[in-house]
């Protein structure tokens, strides 16, 4: 089990009976959402930032099941924490990454790579997929 958490990322491995804290490599601990691609059950993303809007933020990336993480490298200056992430149910290499000031984020490719949409938005609050 993870849970994000404005003091960070903690993990449990007795169904939440004992949390366990796991420290990032950023600056800030500030997690706030994590997406398991649906095609790829040992990627997974999980947001991070300075603070709620923040500032700066950051998106991180595992491949093995959350044991590890690596910045995702998200193009350009993020302005604000990355708070939400969305996966496409028919096509998992399709995710979308948000910014809490608008700054929206794409990769085709499972999170491998991103690029920086040109439209920006107002404060996003959430990124949800309809059929």
């Known amino acids: 089990m993870f849970a994000a958490t404005s003091a960070g ?8 009976e004992n949390w366990s804290f796991q420290k990032i490599d950023s600056e800030w601990q500030y997690t706030r959402s994590i997406l398991i691609n649906p095609g790829q059950r040992d990627t997974m993303l999980l947001t991070n930032g300075n603070g709620a809007p923040g500032t700066k933020g950051r ?9 590890t993480w ?11 924490s990355v708070y939400f992430l ?3 149910p028919a096509d998992p290499n399709l995710i979308f990454a ?8 794409r990769s085709d490719d499972g999170g491998r790579s991103w690029i920086a949409l040109p439209q920006r938005l107002n404060e996003i609050r959430a990124l949800a997929w309809l059929p």
């Open 9 to 16: 990322l903690h993990t449990g491995a007795d169904d939440g």
């Open 59 to 67: 998106l991180f990336r595992s491949e093995n099941a959350g044991r």
């Open 70 to 80: 690596s910045d995702a490298r998200l193009p350009g200056p993020v302005e604000s």
């Open 86 to 88: 969305a996966a496409h």
């Open 98 to 105: 948000a910014a809490t000031l608008g700054q929206l984020f």
